[in-house]
């Protein structure tokens, strides 16, 4: 089956609040900020770092409150304070894109849901 790939779920300016580079690799985000963009533990992202243009793939880990922090490789990539868009794609079969629909998330400064 062909499908297309569709930006479904993003968290906006989040801010990063650590970055440990000893660690197996991932992203811990702040849980309720994943289930108010609908993406779950263990699924694929891509995180795009607003101050320096770099972007990252992995996965995610529910974190604690107000966490975004990055561990293994991307922590040479991004720094705490950092801005960054998390963004879920999904593949969407062709005949099923008219039902699309993207959930965003914007946080403030301390990485709190602006509702």
């Keep these: 089956m062909r499908t297309r790939i569709f930006c479904t779920a993003k968290i906006h300016r ?3 609040t650590g970055a440990e580079l000893d ?3 991932s992203v ?3 849980k309720n900020l ?3 963009a609908g993406i779950l533990p263990y699924e694929m992202v891509h995180i795009n770092n607003i101050n320096n243009g770099n972007h990252w793939e992995t996965y995610v880990i529910a974190g604690e409150e107000g966490e975004l922090t990055l561990h293994g490789a991307p922590a040479r990539l991004f720094t705490k304070r950092d801005k960054v868009v998390i963004n879920r794609l999904e593949n969407i079969p062709y005949n099923e894109v008219e039902d699309i629909s993207q959930k965003v998330v914007y946080v403030d400064e301390n990485n709190k849901e602006i509702k």
């Design 14 to 16: 989040a801010t990063v």
């Design 23 to 25: 660690y197996s690799g």
């Design 34 to 36: 994943l289930n108010s």
């Design 28 to 30: 811990c985000v702040d």
